[in-house]
């Protein structure tokens, strides 16, 4: 395999994307001053498909998310630099005015407790409805009955007295099927899913992720999904990108990214999970230290600063291309070098 | 082979009051007659989905409930029915873990107080004694020597699960219950916690039951594995053979929903219809069978859907509904 090196800014190759997010950095204020959690992330994705983001906890997956429709804490987050162009225009430079009638809308959002989602003293019918309300003409009743019926599709029995209950009266399962209803009802066209089936059970796991897969199918929704587990990556993802430390260390398609890994992290990460394959109580890998605190983040290579290595290089590893699509941070020490 | 825990026929039922004057309307059958063993030095895995009794069955063998009916036999000593007295010099032998250690641990206790709490209770050797235990235990868990004087928040959620463990191991126990210990943890640190966990094991022959909800985790440290619905153990093997070759339907359409990383694995997934059905008004028959809409369901009621020992030490509920026409037959015989 020959090693592409293009110089070429990463979200340049993919033409029909919905999003495409530039050389984000954000930064939150901390007693040291500005820290920057995350640093120069680019990212893409096209109608229809689905971007997986993984990394531990403290990796900057949720952030960047956030900043996407500039969900982050003020005054005490900001995006410091960077484009988040969606559908041909920047969000970076709309009002918060303009910004509303983006999210909710066009960009949804799935969080990962359901129960801090919803309002407790509100219906579920009305807290559904209130997003039709917002977003389109439609009339108190049209709204209702839209969210009646959405959350029938949404796998809901008995809809028409669901919709009448308050979040305490579901379990937590139906309570996470609600807010999906929520984060449907307007038919986004950009979804974004952080961590949604983390708190439910597997089974319920799996027909939820179904049921996003249909919408997908039928509406041409993009979706940014969120998650830790990696299996959830493989079974909906088309692309990958896996952050450490506030940077993407590597992107490609979930196929390659899971055959043949190519950044130490990636491969640290998947050989630490254990698989059912795996022979019982076997010593399972594990990776040495923690993620660093934020403002303890070096400009070269952070995966390198985790494992302790010395004599590195203060310059930041650049991106390169191994095959159509697959990128990865080239760390001399991180990158590990196959057949090419 | 010995049983270090035995657990016999075990209910634990919590009344559900309501209206006005707070009448008892019902009873949510969190547990509803459970039969169990471990033996000493091995893992049982206890899977299942949420609010169908995990947990309720792991409070109720360490005696944080009192249980409704049943019997737990720990170490040859029935312990159901002794007194807060009489079971606390018992419960050095048995010890109990949980999920998230940021609301288990006392965060006004420094990680030192924090394990020595179980030494002092039980008034183990002197002072001195106490203090070299906790370095002692501070070390086993691969905790650095100089965060005995930290306090939780300090920690990271790995760090604090070792203090967990710490204490759990302080009194030498023979059976820790584990309550869904990882599942708070990110990947990386989850296999350093399951590591510590077969590590400490193997050197302190502790028996394990291990309640957690990912599959492959609990296949991963378990030499058996029980699997629980709606009150009830419908299935127990070891976990080569429980993963390989699963019997009952629900077992079957659990592993089918496990997420894979491997494409070819993929895809056959068995869809479960609706929802766990509320342990406060189970229905009459086989409770799978139901929310399946299982034809022979009709049949099942009243029916004794007890375990069976359908192969060599692999044990699975008698029930038309959930095996095949084969096993079904070959229980029918075992009944």
Known sequence: MKLLERKVPMSDLNKDAILEVRDLAVEFESPQGWVRAVDGVSLSVAPGKT?????????????TAMSVVDLLPKPMGRVAQGEVVFKGRDLRGLSNKELYKVRGAEVSYIFQEPMTALNPVHKIGKQISEVLLLHTKMTKAEAWDASVEMLGSVGIPAPEQRANEYPHQLSGGMRQRVVIAMALVAQPDLLIADEPTTALDVTVQAEILDLIKSLQAEHGMAVIMITHDLGVIAETCDEVVVMYAGRVVERGAVRDLFKE????????????IPS???????????????????????????????LGRENQSPERPPMVELSAGHWVEDCPQCHEKGSE | MSKLLEVENLKMHFPVKGGVLMRQRGLVKAVDGVSFFIRPGETLGLVGESGCGKSTLGKAIVRLYDPSAGKVVFDGQDITKLGQGSLRPLRQGFQMMFQDPAESLNSRFSVAQVIREPLDIQKLGSVADRDAKVRELVEAVGLPASSVDKYP??????QRQRVGVARAIALNPRLIVLDEPVS????????????????????LDLAYLFIAHDLAVVKHISDRVAVMYLGKIVEVASSEEIYKNPKHAYTKALLSAIPQTDPERQGQRIKLEGEVPSPIDPPAGSAFG?????????????MDLALVEIAPDHWVAADPCCLSEEDWEKAQELM
């Not at chain 1, 130490?264 to 998947?270: D, E, F, H, I, N």
């Not at chain 1, 890998?285 to 952070?302: E, L, N, W």
């Not at chain 2, 928040?153 to 790995?158: A, D, N, T, V």
């Open chain 1, 51 to 63: 971007l997986g983001i993984v990394g531990e906890s403290g990796c900057g997956k949720s952030v």
């Open chain 2, 290 to 302: 139901h929310r399946i809409k299982h034809p022979r369901y009709e049949e099942t009621i009243g």
């Open chain 1, 276 to 306: 059912l394959d795996h022979p019982g109580k076997s010593v399972l890998p594990t990776i040495p230290g923690t993620v660093a605190a934020i403002d303890d983040f070096v400009s070269g290579c952070r995966f390198c600063q985790r």
């Open chain 2, 153 to 158: 928040s300090e920690l990271s959620g790995g």
């Open chain 1, 261 to 272: 890994p190519r950044h130490a992290y990636t491969k640290a990460l998947l050989a630490s």
């Open chain 2, 184 to 203: 708070a943890l990110d990947v990386s640190v989850q296999s350093q916690v399951l590591n510590l966990l077969v590590e400490l094991q193997e050197k």
